[in-house]
């Protein structure tokens, strides 16, 4: 069925594609803005400024209910919790939370069913996909709640600006294939007109197509753009290297990828106005978000992070990974997860005037940029993984302008019709002449510090020259 829905999205005619993206932009905009959405925008805005021991008196009462609650309502934690000896009462202070037993990627994967609150029927949440390339592609439960208070959090970082909406005239660059691959000219973009949104394509970023992205940009006049920093910033590179007078917007929203120093300074640059960038996930494990002044703040209401080296706290700025336990999701809640990304703490206090906690910096999701034969720059790439299930790891490779090598730690189950999916998936994206390669390994190899790298190119571009 999605791959009949995908054939008739390309061969339909703009007019009609933009139609089906305002659809689905519809459905989504009434997913998110409910009629508790100001409300909950307004307590959140209210709390990020709360005295921090009235935070942490919140954060423990809303531990101890999530604990009693996934005891009761969550066949996998009433199992856990009685093999390990947990009582429901087990949390009376927040270092509690290390009595129970840290979740894994592979665990969820196992366990999705019983992970399921049974309070929820089928018609009560919906079903998103991580990507595979950091690991284990997981299907993740969102209650049509935590869709809403999702979007409170992203909200709340759009109004640090001043006067902005999600709902204001925007552009995204993200990486759905929303314009079919082998379209030569303009328009590059497509349009939910529910939300204002003009959704940029990254498989047309060549520099042939740049003079046509930044006119449409001028013309638009967009409060804001939010995507992949590489691809925003393939966009400001280019303004900057051919002197063209900058765009001045409210601000620039990234997320999904780690946000770079150089690509930084050059959005600003090109843009005039400050980059806001957010840490989140598909499985709604943590939310972090910049303030106006830089400052990165862990979002305490949607759920605490702890920042572990061998299962114990790291000190302050020292490197941990992220052990999460989320509070906005009941249908599908998440006890000390541990997403796959390093961070580091810091006890610095922001001067913002928010206590929120803070962030010096998210250290797991860097991903090198690939770059097509025919000059396309792309960024992640990781969308491709997400209806993958036989498949445990995955790392691409550039080897060269024109061969690229997905490396496959496969699982029971995985066959020829999986690796079909995959080249078609590459070449959509890559086009068909580039070389791809399908290698089957027994693991990939970690960084000395542990790290997964999704992407390694060993293609020299202009883009990863910048320091």
């Known amino acids: 069925m999605r791959n009949l829905q995908e054939l008739i999205y390309s061969k339909s005619p703009v007019p009609i594609q933009n139609l089906i993206v305002s659809s689905y932009g519809n459905i989504l905009a009434r997913k998110k803005y409910t009629s508790h959405f100001k409300e909950t925008l307004q307590e959140i805005e209210k709390s990020e400024r709360f005295d921090k021991k009235v935070v942490d008196e919140l954060q423990l009462k809303q531990l101890r209910q999530l604990v009693k609650y996934a005891y009761e309502n969550v066949p996998y934690y009433n199992s856990k919790f009685k093999a ?3 009582a429901p009462d087990v949390i009376q202070t927040i270092d509690d939370i290390k009595k129970i037993p840290i979740l894994t990627k592979e665990e969820i994967r196992a366990n999705s069913d019983k992970l399921i609150s049974s309070r929820y029927s089928r018609f009560g949440y919906d079903i998103h996909h991580t990507s595979g390339t950091t690991g284990t592609a997981l299907s993740i439960v969102w209650s049509k709640d935590a869709t809403m208070k999702e979007y409170a959090f992203v909200e709340r970082i759009r109004r640090r600006t001043g006067d902005l909406n999600s709902t204001k005239t925007h552009i995204t660059f993200g990486g ?7 379209q030569k000219g303009p328009p590059f973009w497509r349009v939910n007109r529910s939300e204002n949104q003009y959704l940029f394509s990254m498989h047309h970023l060549k520099d042939k197509n740049l003079p046509c992205y930044i006119k449409k940009i001028r013309e638009l006049k967009p409060w804001y753009i939010e995507g ?3 691809l925003v910033y393939v966009v400001a590179e280019y303004m900057i290297k051919n002197s063209e007078k ?3 917007l409210k601000g620039i929203f990234t ?5 770079l120093a150089y690509q930084r300074r050059s959005i600003e640059k090109a843009f005039h106005c400050k980059v806001f960038d957010r840490y989140g996930s598909t499985e709604l494990a943590a939310s972090m978000g910049e303030c106006e002044l830089g400052g990165l703040h862990i979002d305490s209401e949607y759920g605490i992070i702890e920042f572990l080296e061998n299962n114990e706290e790291v000190s302050q700025n020292e490197v941990g990974e992220m052990v999460c336990t989320n509070f906005i999701n009941p249908a599908f809640p998440l006890i000390r997860y541990k997403v796959g990304d390093i961070a580091k703490p810091t006890s610095d206090l922001c001067s913002c005037g928010r206590t929120l906690p803070l962030v010096k910096e998210v250290i797991g999701r860097i991903d090198d940029v690939l770059i097509t034969k025919n000059g396309a720059y792309l960024g992640r790439l990781d969308h491709i993984f997400k209806e993958t299930i036989h498949i445990k790891e995955s790392q691409i490779i550039q080897e060269s302008i024109d061969r690229v090598i997905v490396r496959i730690v496969p699982r029971i189950g995985y066959s020829n019709k999986d690796s079909s999916y ?28 542990g790290k997964f790298k999704a992407v ?6 202009p883009l990863n020259d910048r320091q």
Do not use: A, W
Not at 456 to 461: A, D, T
């Open 255 to 259: 997320s999904s990828e780690t946000l």
């Open 228 to 230: 992949y920093p590489s």
């Open 422 to 449: 995959l080249l078609d998936e590459f070449r959509k994206r890559l086009g068909d002449n580039m070389e791809i390669e399908i290698e089957f390994v027994n693991s990939i190899h970690r960084q000395n510090s």
């Open 176 to 182: 759905r294939l929303i314009v079919p691959l082998d």
């Open 84 to 86: 390990n000896g947990i």
């Open 246 to 248: 900058p765009i001045p």
């Open 456 to 461: 390694i190119s060993k293609v020299k571009m």
